[in-house]
């Protein structure tokens, strides 16, 4: 069992920049992909950044790329997403999201995770 707790979440002005961080329990860290998903109000949560389990591979939806970064530090058992160029549509709450490697499913897709933090909120101010 992997437990996750996501923070760094707050108010940022459209241009802004957040970093957030999730926290993951568990000495066999180093074995999970690691991805932040983020869901806004009325929508479905959808696929914002994964990173391979040694951090050699990364992912990012087409909306992010150029403006986030996630990596992951294995020493500290954290995964970061570095949030610049912030508009009023990322405007949402962030998870983070663990699953055993090796899969075959997607690091996009939300059902390929088996274990999920309780969220952090964003919101991009215009």
């Known amino acids: 069992q992997v437990q996750l707790v996501e923070s760094g979440g707050g108010l940022v002005q459209a241009g802004g920049s957040l970093r957030l961080a999730c926290a993951a329990s568990?000495?066999?860290?180093?074995?999970?992909?690691m991805g932040w998903f983020r869901q806004a109000p009325g929508k479905e949560r959808e696929f914002v950044a994964a990173?391979?389990?040694?951090?050699?591979?990364?992912y990012y939806a087409d909306s992010v790329k150029g403006r986030f970064t996630i990596s992951r530090d294995n020493a500290k058992n954290t995964v970061y997403l570095q949030m610049n160029s912030l508009k009023p549509e990322d405007t949402a709450v962030y998870y983070c999201?663990?699953?055993?490697?090796?899969?075959?499913?997607?690091?996009?897709?939300?059902?390929?995770?088996?274990?999920w933090g309780q969220g952090t909120q964003v919101t991009v101010s215009s």
């Open positions: 999201a663990a699953v055993k490697v090796p899969t075959r499913a997607s690091y996009g897709s939300v059902g390929t995770y088996d274990y």
């Open positions: 568990g000495r066999t860290f180093s074995s999970y992909g």
């Open positions: 990173i391979s389990s040694s951090g050699g591979s990364t």
